[in-house]
Structures are given as structure tokens and as C-alpha cells.
């Protein structure tokens, strides 16, 4: 798909499809096409009772009255709260309507009200990853019939403005950069995970690596140094599986010296079955996203030479099976984390926070990060409390957390502060070892298992993001098909690049 940026009169575009956005009520004031098309319109709205109201649609003919050869004018109800989150629905739903009509070539009038609230750069930005998001499909194990009836965007001319093209050009390359590192994500979660096994996502690394012109170099860790650097959490959660596990650990640099260093840390469970607590058959068929954790660090490493944030950004994935097998983690099971601390495993199927145990203290002991941030898909009880839409944000450091949300809402992605209540702790207590990996009862599971999580970050400023709801759809959405979101993604580059 290639974004072009273009100061031309709207009605004097040559085009499929242009697109206008319309708040409730701006049909009747409509400009910037001949009166004769004006009163076309006008005629339709009132005919189609289009008010501008949020979801409606109207497609007019240009007629040969203007260029575009048709117009859709998306109404975004009224303006309130202008932002990119806003921004980003409205236009991935007019993709998807527009993709009814099968353009090839579009054009998409900025609305003021964006221009306005947000600069053009960002505009620009948001348009991009809107556009390319929503018409973002996994068509690759298709039949040819399949891949033939869905016809591609080739163009998308975006108008704005002659004062504010140049803003606008500085958003191109970002949204085109980050665009493709959320497609990354999205693709490696929707492989199939007999493909995108420990090894799968070691080779990525590298191959990331490879193509980083220098700025990011990639280290595998293999099993042996697995256990003589003491994470023995992490390597009771491999066990029961056929394929070795893996720590993929990724390196960036950027040019000048970087005053700050940020260790994110996916999620890297390439298909969780539960181990010896078996998950039923129904829970288990969507049990190879909780890898997107790992997919979304992979995303994000892809675009960070390109994009050059001025920090050091190290990424760490525990990336292994959860697997039933005559070797295979048992309830009862006692392991020691790499910090030291004593597990009693009681459910094999909690096993995200036994590889992360690992992780965060590499990150805490090794790395001596200023920052951890990890992406878990881990707990249903996120999904209970929050729903499919929306990621739990829990943390040690107030400032970090409130950095985190900010930049949630400058990428349109959505999250929401959860508290760790240090009284909770009690429930996580257990007879024989320093900690247990379930707590005692059914409620608040995704707090206790950041609490979990909590014991091995040591003093480091600390966010974890419980990613289990937004990671994946389980329908068809306008930013999103079914299947993998690549959350997380825009999040991070946004948080990153904004340091
Ligand atoms: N990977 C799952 C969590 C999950 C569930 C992610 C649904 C996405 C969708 C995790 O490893 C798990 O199984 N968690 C258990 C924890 C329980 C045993 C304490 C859960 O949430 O049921
Ligand atoms: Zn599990
Ligand atoms: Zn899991």
C-alpha cells in the first residue's frame, strides 16, 4: 500500500473513493465542492437520513460533477473528545466500508477537528496505522479463490491543507514504520504454533538482528546456560516439552549515548496446553497466542533502528512450550528462581509467571534496568475484569504507570491501572516454599499473579501490562480481524520513542 500526501481541492482528485469525514449536523455547512454537488449531497442526506450521527454512512456518485468517482461521508457524531484513539476507530471503520465498494486507489480528506486537536504529523501517523491495520489480513493458508475476492488498496492519498503538508511528511515514515512492526506482530501470533516454536522466535530475533544495519544484536541462550544462570522457574516450564527452550535476548542501541536503559519482556509461551493441568479442548484452540507477549517485543525491536528512540531498549523472551509429558512439571513441584526465591508449583497451568519470574530478575540482576515493562497474556481474570478490548496495567512506581497510560492513549491502544494491595500477598503464601504459583480462592486472579510477578523486579520501577483480552479477537473487528491484534506494539514504540 503506498500513502502519498497531496495540498489538491478534494473534489479535484482523481480517485476511486474519497472519503470525508463529517461531524453530526456539518452535512448542511458541507464545502469545498461546486454548489451543483453540494445540493446532490444534501439532497441524499436528507433522503438517507445521513445526519452526520456516529456510524452512519452516505455514498454519493461523483457524477462526473466532481473528479473522485465516488465520495463516502462517515459521520463521527458529535465532536467531543477528539484524540487519536478517535481518530484511529473512526477512519478503520471507514476502511471497512470502503473496502464493500473495492477501490483501488482512495483518498481520505483530513477532517479539521483532528488537524486542530492533534498536529499534522500525528494525523498523518494515526491515518497510516489506521488504514493499514484495518485492511491488515491473514490470507496466507487460503486457497487462490479466497485471495482473489479480497481486492487490495493500492493508493491512499491523504489530503491536507498547503500549510500543513510539511507536518504532515514527518508523519509518513512513522506510521508506515510502526503500521508494519503491529503486521509483524499480528502475523507471528497467527502462524500456526507447530511453526512458531522457542526455536521459530529464536530465529526471528536474529534475523531482526540481521537486518538492523548494526543497531540491534541478538543473543541466544541455550538450555545448559539456561540452568547455570539459576533459572530453574523458567526451565520447570519447558520441561514438559519436546522442543528446547529458548531466552532470545535482543539488544538496541541507539547512535548517540542514551541516558536511560528499558528492558521490555514478552511473554514467549509458544502453545500453553496448561501442562499436567490440562486445559479442556475449548480453552486450549486459541492457546497459541500466548506467545503475543513475545510477538509484540519481536514487533517492536523490528522498527526501533528505523525508528531511532534515543534510549537503550534490551528485550527478553522465555520462550518455551507448556506441555503435558512423562517429564513434565507436576503439582507439587518446588523450583528455584534465578533471584533465589522458592516456588510451589500447585497449578502447571499458571506457567507465565514461572518463565516471567525468570525473566524480570535477569532484567533486575543482569541488566540493572532503569525501567521493566512486560507484556503477559497472562491471566483469564483480566479478561473477567476487563474485557476483551482493554489491558490491565498494574506496577511498583506511580510515575512509570501514569507514563504508560499516556502513551496507551497516544497510540490508541487501551489500558487501565489495576491495584497490588500488599494484604493480598497472604494469599500467595505457602507451607514449604517461599511462594506459591496459584492463590488460595477464585477471586482478584490478576492481581495475585502480578503480585507474583512483584517478588522478583527487586527496587526497579516496574509495569506489567496483563495483555490476555486485547491480544487476540475472537471476531472481526474494524482495527482488527480475528486472530492476532499485535497489541502492545504501538503502546511501547510510543513510549519509547517519546523518551
Ligand atoms: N495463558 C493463560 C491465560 C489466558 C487465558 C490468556 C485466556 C489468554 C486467554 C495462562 O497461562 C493461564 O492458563 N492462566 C490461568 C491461571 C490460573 C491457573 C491461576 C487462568 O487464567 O485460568
Ligand atoms: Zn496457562
Ligand atoms: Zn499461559
Not at 463516502?72 to 487519536?84: A, R
Not at 487460503?142 to 507536518?167: D, M, Q, T, W, Y
Not at 530475533?205 to 541455550?222: D, R
Not at 516471567?356 to 483480566?382: H, P, Q, R, V, Y
Request: charged residues 25%.
Amino acid at each position: 500500500m503506498k500513502f502519498l500526501l497531496k495540498p489538491t481541492e478534494p473534489s479535484k482528485l482523481s480517485t476511486d473513493l474519497l472519503i470525508q469525514f463529517v461531524s453530526e449536523g456539518e452535512i448542511r455547512k458541507l464545502k469545498g465542492f461546486s454548489q451543483e454537488f453540494i445540493s446532490i449531497v444534501k439532497d441524499a442526506a436528507q433522503r438517507e437520513i445521513f445526519e452526520g450521527k456516529e456510524g452512519q454512512f452516505l455514498i454519493v456518485s461523483g457524477l462526473g460533477k466532481i473528479e473522485p468517482y465516488k465520495v463516502l461521508f462517515v459521520g463521527t457524531g458529535k465532536i467531543e473528545n477528539v484524540d487519536y484513539y478517535n481518530l484511529n476507530k473512526f477512519v478503520s471503520l471507514a476502511i471497512k466500508k470502503a473496502q464493500s465498494l473495492k477501490p483501488v486507489k482512495i483518498s481520505i480528506s483530513v477532517a479539521d477537528f483532528w488537524i486542530n486537536k492533534l498536529s499534522a504529523r500525528e494525523t498523518v501517523k494515526g491515518i497510516i496505522e489506521a488504514v493499514s491495520l484495518s485492511a491488515y489480513k491473514f490470507l496466507k493458508f487460503k486457497g487462490e479463490e479466497e485471495k482473489s475476492k479480497s481486492r487490495p488498496i493500492e493508493e491512499v492519498v491523504i489530503h491536507l491543507p498547503p500549510n500543513k503538508l510539511a507536518g504532515g511528511e514527518s508523519g509518513l515514515a512513522p506510521g508506515k514504520i510502526t503500521a508494519d512492526a503491529v503486521i509483524f506482530a499480528r502475523d507471528l501470533v497467527n502462524e500456526p504454533p507447530e511453526l512458531t516454536s522457542p526455536e521459530f522466535l529464536a530465529n526471528t530475533a536474529l534475523l531482526i538482528a540481521k537486518k538492523s544495519k548494526g543497531s540491534v544484536s541478538v543473543k541466544i541462550i541455550e538450555k545448559g546456560e539456561i540452568a547455570k544462570l539459576g533459572m530453574g522457574s523458567f526451565l520447570g516450564v519447558a520441561e514438559g516439552s519436546d522442543k528446547p527452550p529458548k531466552f532470545i535476548h535482543l539488544s538496541y542501541k541507539p547512535s548517540a549515548v542514551a541516558k536511560k536503559k528499558v528492558v521490555i519482556i514478552g511473554k514467549g509461551i509458544t502453545f500453553d496446553a496448561g501442562g499436567l493441568s490440562l486445559k479442556p479442548a475449548e480453552f486450549m484452540e486459541t492457546m497459541k497466542l500466548d506467545m503475543s507477549g513475545a510477538a509484540a517485543v519481536l514487533g517492536i525491536f523490528s522498527a526501533l533502528s528505523a525508528l531511532g528512540p534515543k534510549v537503550e531498549v534490551v528485550g527478553l523472551i522465555a520462550a518455551c512450550e507448556n506441555m503435558p509429558s512423562g517429564r513434565a512439571l507436576k503439582p507439587g513441584d518446588i523450583l528455584r528462581a534465578m533471584n533465589g526465591k522458592t516456588i510451589e508449583v500447585l497449578n502447571t497451568d499458571a506457567e507465565g509467571r514461572l518463565t516471567l519470574a525468570d525473566a524480570i530478575s535477569f532484567a533486575n540482576m543482569k541488566e540493572k534496568a532503569d525501567e521493566i515493562i512486560d507484556l503477559a497474556t497472562l491471566t483469564g481474570a483480566c479478561m473477567v475484569a476487563l474485557g476483551q478490548e482493554i489491558a490491565g496495567a498494574f506496577g511498583n512506581d506511580d510515575k512509570l504507570l501514569s507514563k504508560i497510560e499516556d502513551a496507551a492513549r497516544s497510540a490508541a491502544e487501551r489500558v487501565w491501572r489495576l491495584p497490588l494491595p500488599d494484604d493480598y500477598k497472604e494469599l500467595l503464601k505457602s507451607h514449604i516454599a517461599d511462594i506459591k504459583n496459584v492463590q488460595a480462592g477464585r477471586y482478584g486472579g490478576a492481581i495475585t499473579a502480578s503480585l507474583f510477578l512483584s517478588e522478583f523486579v527487586g527496587k526497579t520501577p516496574w509495569v506489567h501490562l496483563d495483555i490476555a483480552g486485547p491480544a487476540y479477537e475472537e471476531k472481526d473487528t474494524p482495527i482488527a480481524p480475528y486472530g492476532g491484534t499485535g497489541f502492545g506494539v504501538r503502546l511501547l514504540l510510543s513510549y519509547l520513542t517519546g523518551l
